[in-house]
């Protein structure tokens, strides 16, 4: 089993230009709690993730992950519980790193947040001038909770 480590940030500036690939993904939770279950479709592709507790503050915790064929997802998909998480993810290469930028669609439109996966908790990166405030372990923003309370429902004040 792996041990994701990674940080999360808000949006703030222009990023696109900067991307070299995007994506358009759809994601389902058939368990969330403690540890969730997550069927996720790309483009041509799609997977079953499992994903533990949080830890560190919600910097880490660990991942299992199996490729599905189509057929198997799109089935399983149906078992989702709550609404589909759909957006467009962008890869941005930055100073030796790769940042997973998502703008999210539907429910959750108008929310963007980046991502920076990384090797070891206390690894340093450079942050692009693009990022704003860092949302690592807010639960709010992670995207099983977005399903139950999408970001087109939070008041002014829960989006600062």
């Known amino acids: 089993m792996a041990r994701e480590i990674e940080r999360k940030f808000l949006v703030t500036g222009e990023f696109k230009e900067l991307a070299h690939c995007h994506t ?3 994601q389902g939770y058939l368990t969330s709690g403690r540890n969730t279950v997550r069927v996720r479709i790309s483009d041509n592709a799609a997977w079953l993730t499992i994903k533990g507790a949080s830890l560190d ?3 880490s915790r660990y991942e299992w992950e199996r490729e599905l064929n189509m057929a198997e997802a799109v089935e399983l998909l ?4 709550g609404a589909l998480i759909e957006k467009c993810r962008y890869l ?3 100073k030796g790193h790769i940042f997973e930028v998502d703008i999210f669609e539907g429910e959750n439109e108008g929310l963007i947040i980046a ?7 206390d690894e ?3 942050r692009p001038e693009w990022l704003g405030r860092e949302v690592t372990g807010e639960r709010r923003f992670y995207n099983s909770h977005l399903r139950e309370c999408p ?3 939070w008041n002014d004040e829960m989006k600062k």
């Open 57 to 59: 503050g919600g910097l």
């Open 78 to 81: 149906q078992l989702a519980e």
């Open 92 to 94: 941005v290469d930055y």
């Open 24 to 26: 358009h993904l759809v």
């Open 115 to 121: 991502e920076v996966e990384l090797q070891s908790p």
């Open 151 to 153: 970001y087109n429902r």
């Open 124 to 126: 340093e990166f450079e």
